[in-house]
């Protein structure tokens, strides 16, 4: 069975960090595309940052740019999302996705197949 599991979510204080883990099972990443997402309450999810599937080639959302650095590590088959001078606006559910082609290509949801469950981010004031 292919899946992603999200771990490392939590509340943390405005300007802190938290990093995200993103690991599949049932499948190998090294041919996807792995795109982070949100959601916050009434809102529509978000792309927040996509990485290719070699990692050669990244993208972030203009919201996060020189905060958030995403990598991956194929050998252990999970994508991570660093988190830092986090906001209250950060908060939300944040989701991994991955689609199986190397490249992001504008890294809207319904381009990806495989989601995770979600990780909830609180930034408190």
């Known amino acids: 069975q292919m899946q992603l599991v999200e771990s490392g979510g939590g509340l943390v204080e405005y300007g802190g960090s938290l990093r995200l883990s993103c690991a599949a099972s049932g499948f190998t990443l090294d041919y996807y595309a792995i795109g982070w997402f949100r959601q916050a309450p009434g809102k529509e999810r978000e792309g927040v940052s996509c990485i290719s599937s070699s990692g050669g080639s990244i993208y972030y959302a203009d919201s996060v740019k020189g905060r958030f650095t995403i990598s991956r590590d194929n050998a252990k088959n999970t994508v991570y999302l660093q988190m830092n001078t986090l906001k209250p606006e950060d908060t939300a559910v944040y989701y991994c996705?991955?689609?199986?082609?190397?490249?992001?290509?504008?890294?809207?949801?319904?381009?990806?197949?495989?989601w995770g469950q979600g990780t909830l981010v609180t930034v408190s004031e």
């Open positions: 996705a991955a689609k199986s082609y190397y490249y992001c290509s504008g890294y809207r949801p319904p381009q990806f197949e495989y």
